[in-house]
Structure formats: structure tokens, C-alpha cells
């Protein structure tokens, strides 16, 4: 069975742009949630999401947001990018709420 | 709120030698715990998990750890560690269906 897949795995972009990141999940699994890791503040919960819909936000700005879509792939959306928003982003898939989380490679955010 | 604290931000530590990685939460409710691991440019791989049943839980590269709940402990131990378990290592508790994990471990093996 093919694990969680992030793409892209490496990014560059500038303050003031938007970026989209994309999470696969495992195939039967519908619970998509996404963290920040940064050295400064370590691993830090974004946002899940179960059956499309969001069940749980930490507590970051409306700047960041997310989706899933039928299928449960997600997306998630950073607007107007700031330098502090460099991190590996990481998704984590699980067959319900509550179940054990399986991580992807991360996406790599560089923001200049 | 819960949170989990891991004192040692660096363990050095001789090849085949013993260690423990300190892990501790606080919660006033029946917790889940957890151990991932990092390696150097990729994600989270869980390592083991406490849900319930024996405190004592192994994964099956020689870790294993203990819930201790009146000391809201889940320290990480290896009897004897090998270069390839460097990496970081991260211990988190589950709150609502979201990981709290905390500042992470890093495990620098030597030969």
C-alpha cells in the first residue's frame, strides 16, 4: 500500500506570493491533518480534515488554509508569504479520527 | 491544555551503549502517547504508541517504552543503540484528534 505523498517536496517563493501545497493520503484513509515544523517552534498543528470538512485548526492566521476534496487529498493554502513561514510542512493521514497518524516526506517551503 | 516536554534537546551517546529519552505530558485525561522518529530530510515515522492495555510497549527495532502515569511520564529506552538509529526523536500526546508533540530529541550515536 503506497504511503502519503506531499508534492512538491521542495519550494521557493517570495514574501507577498501564495502557494499550494498537496497531500495524498493513504488509499482508505479520510482523515487528512497538516503540521508546521519550524526550528523554532518545533511540530506544530494546523488544521484536519475528515470527509471534507474541517474538524480542528490550530492556531495559526487566516493567511493559512485548507481543503479536501472527495477523493481525501488535500491541498492547503498559504497567502501573502512571509519570511517566518519557512518550514517543512507535513501531512499526516489516518482511517478516522482518532486513529494513528502516518506522516509524508513533508514539503520543503524556502520563502525569500 | 496539554503539552509534553522533552528535556534533552541532544543525547550523545557511544555505539552499543544504553538510553533513555525523557518524555514527559501533563493531562488531566486519559492520554494517548506517542513516539515518532526523524531522520535527517524526511517525515515522521511513528516509532511506538501507548493507547492502552500494558504500560510497557516495544517497537520492533529494540525501543520501548513505559507509561508511567503517576509520574506522566513515557520515557524512550534502547538497551543498545546503533549508528542508524541517529536521527530525532519526537514524543507527542494526542488532544481531539490532533498530535502535541514536544521539542524533540536528537540522538547522536558514535562509533
Known amino acids: 500500500k503506497a504511503g502519503v505523498t506531499q508534492t512538491p517536496r521542495y519550494l521557493i517563493k517570495t514574501r507577498g506570493q501564495q502557494v499550494t501545497l498537496s497531500c495524498s493520503p493513504i488509499?482508505?484513509?479520510?482523515?487528512v491533518s497538516w503540521y508546521q515544523q519550524t526550528p523554532g517552534q518545533g511540530l506544530q498543528f494546523l488544521f484536519e480534515?475528515?470527509?471534507?470538512?474541517?474538524?480542528n485548526k490550530g492556531n495559526f492566521p487566516g493567511r493559512f488554509s485548507g481543503r479536501q476534496f472527495s477523493n481525501s487529498r488535500s491541498e492547503m493554502n498559504v497567502s501573502t508569504l512571509e519570511l517566518g513561514d519557512s518550514a517543512l510542512y507535513l501531512c499526516?493521514?489516518?482511517?478516522?479520527?482518532?486513529?494513528?497518524?502516518?506522516f509524508g516526506p513533508g514539503t520543503r517551503l524556502t520563502v525569500t | 491544555a496539554q503539552s509534553v516536554t522533552q528535556l534533552d534537546s541532544q543525547v550523545p551517546v557511544f555505539e552499543e551503549a544504553p538510553v533513555e529519552l525523557r518524555c514527559n505530558y501533563s493531562?488531566?485525561?486519559?492520554?494517548?502517547l506517542f513516539w515518532y522518529v526523524q531522520y535527517p530530510n524526511q517525515g515522521l515515522q511513528l516509532l511506538l504508541k501507548?493507547?492502552?492495555?500494558?504500560?510497557l510497549v516495544e517497537s520492533i527495532n529494540g525501543f520501548e517504552a513505559e507509561f508511567n502515569k503517576s509520574q506522566t511520564s513515557f520515557h524512550l529506552r534502547k538497551p543498545s543503540v546503533h549508528i542508524s538509529d541517529t536521527a530525532e526523536y519526537f514524543c507527542?500526546?494526542?488532544?481531539?484528534?490532533?498530535?502535541?508533540f514536544g521539542t524533540g530529541t536528537r540522538l547522536q550515536v558514535f562509533p
Open positions: 499526516a493521514s489516518s482511517l478516522a479520527a482518532g486513529s494513528e497518524q502516518y
Open positions: 488509499s482508505g484513509h479520510r482523515s
Open positions: 480534515y475528515f470527509s471534507e470538512t474541517q474538524r
Open positions: 493531562s488531566s485525561v486519559s492520554v494517548y
Open positions: 501507548y493507547l492502552s492495555g500494558s504500560t
Open positions: 507527542a500526546v494526542e488532544n481531539t484528534d490532533k498530535l502535541i
